[in-house]
């Protein structure tokens, strides 16, 4: 370990606004193998490292972090994938357009991807370590804008990959803090380190339950798979009301402080104290505090359900768990609610809509014996709706952030 110091959690959300679309659209089922040919169609070589690093989908806990309460997230299978060799410049090449682009680690923003990997380099380099120049080449599976996490994904991949080739033996949190620090300090997103440690700490197979407030991570047993459904309707945490909540909820902490109730965040109030602040808080507050209230109770809850194999009561959780984003904390979409009522509607034991809101994607239970079934009628009924299609595919729990093996290309 290199001793990053580290503080807080808080929500990691969308690609900067205005950062055009590196992730935007789906590629090839093998992104490794894809960058790998970029790579050595650009740069005439073989690359010499290669990291990966996934998306995330969180099953329980919205706007809970910030609040000092826990997420039940877990990272999947889809990831982006940045491979890169030793170079006297910086120059980069990603899948999306195949168009090769400078950068300089010492320069100012070029509202293009590459800030992501000029990030990690000030920050690296800001906690003296070594980073030489690089060719790289980039390629994702994930979607961008579906709270997914695709931008936490590609800083971490980016970090491993540079830390690889500076021969850096970087700890889970070091990747962490560093993928924290470029997108917050370095890009201006208005994140923290969740999504980061999630895309880090990812374990096969399990879930993780984050104590926000402490940082304690549980591991919770996901042997099954999740349906994501993929709204369409791209989020940036800028352009939303995402700072109004934010701000909201710290009017109301100071309220409920005011009145004599000693708690230090608003996730530490009982769903039982709420009775106690009625007509204290003023709306929205009210609102506002029975979300993070009541959706701290219900991701405790989805733990022990997850654990207990009671996937009727996750699912359950997951259903009031939107009803509350849509009604206490008004960060829902038209589509995402049209989905969680189509697969409710269909068949399914639970639908939610998954990151911070204002757009994304939704992520839902379904029997495995009539998926097949509730997923076609569902994808009908929002075309019917809609007028477009509805992207939708499974997800399990899958590995964080790892070193992949350089792959041949040539020949």
Not at 6 to 11: P, R, V
Not at 22 to 48: D, G, H, I, Y
Not at 147 to 154: F, K
Request: hydrophobic content about 45%; some cysteine; proline content about 6%.
């Amino acid at each position: 370990m290199i001793g990053i110091p580290g503080s807080g959690w808080y929500w990691s959300v969308a690609v900067p606004a205005g950062l055009p679309g590196l992730l935007s659209s789906m590629t090839t089922p093998s992104p490794l193998r894809q960058a790998t040919s970029l790579f050595q169609s650009r740069f005439a070589s073989r690359p010499a490292v290669a990291a990966s690093a996934p998306g995330r989908v969180n099953l329980l806990g919205e706007h809970t972090d910030y609040n000092g309460g826990p997420v039940l997230p877990f990272a999947i299978e889809r990831r982006v994938v940045v491979v890169a060799s030793q170079a006297d410049e910086w120059l980069a090449v990603s899948a999306v357009d195949g168009q090769l682009e400078s950068f300089d680690p010492g320069g100012s923003g070029s509202s293009r991807w590459t800030d992501f990997p000029r990030a990690a380099v000030r920050v690296m380099r800001g906690f003296g370590l070594r980073i030489p120049g690089a060719h790289l080449a980039v390629a994702s599976a994930l979607p961008v804008g579906a709270g997914l996490s695709s931008s936490a994904a590609l800083s971490l991949a980016s970090v491993r990959a540079l830390a690889l080739l500076a021969g850096l033996k970087l700890s889970l949190p070091d990747l962490v803090e560093i993928a924290w620090r470029a997108e917050h300090d370095e890009l201006g997103v208005p994140c923290g380190r969740m999504d980061q440690t999630v895309v880090a700490h990812g374990v096969r197979g399990n879930a993780l339950l984050i104590e926000c407030a402490t940082g304690q991570i549980e591991r919770v047993p996901l042997p099954g798979k999740v349906w994501i459904f993929d709204t369409g309707t791209t989020h940036r945490l800028a352009e939303s009301d995402y700072p109004r909540r934010r701000q909201e909820c710290a009017q109301a902490l100071v309220v409920v402080q005011e009145r004599g109730i000693a708690v230090r965040t608003l996730a530490e109030l009982s769903v039982a104290q709420l009775s106690q602040l009625s007509g204290w808080l003023p709306p929205p507050l009210d609102r506002r505090t029975r979300h993070v209230v009541t959706e701290t109770a219900r991701t405790r809850a989805a733990a022990k359900a997850l654990a207990g194999h009671d996937l009727t009561a996750l699912g359950r959780l997951m259903v009031e768990g939107h009803q509350s984003l849509r009604d206490d904390f008004q960060s829902s979409t038209i589509e995402a609610d049209l989905i969680v009522e189509s697969v409710m509607l269909r068949g399914g034991l639970g639908a939610r809509l998954t990151g911070a809101g204002w757009g994304g994607a939704v992520v839902a239970l379904i029997p495995e014996q009539w998926e097949s079934r509730i997923v076609a009628e569902v994808r009908a009924d929002f075309k019917a709706a809609a007028g477009r299609e509805l992207p939708a595919w499974a997800a399990r729990a899958s590995a964080g952030v790892r070193r992949e093996q350089v792959v041949s290309e040539l020949g």
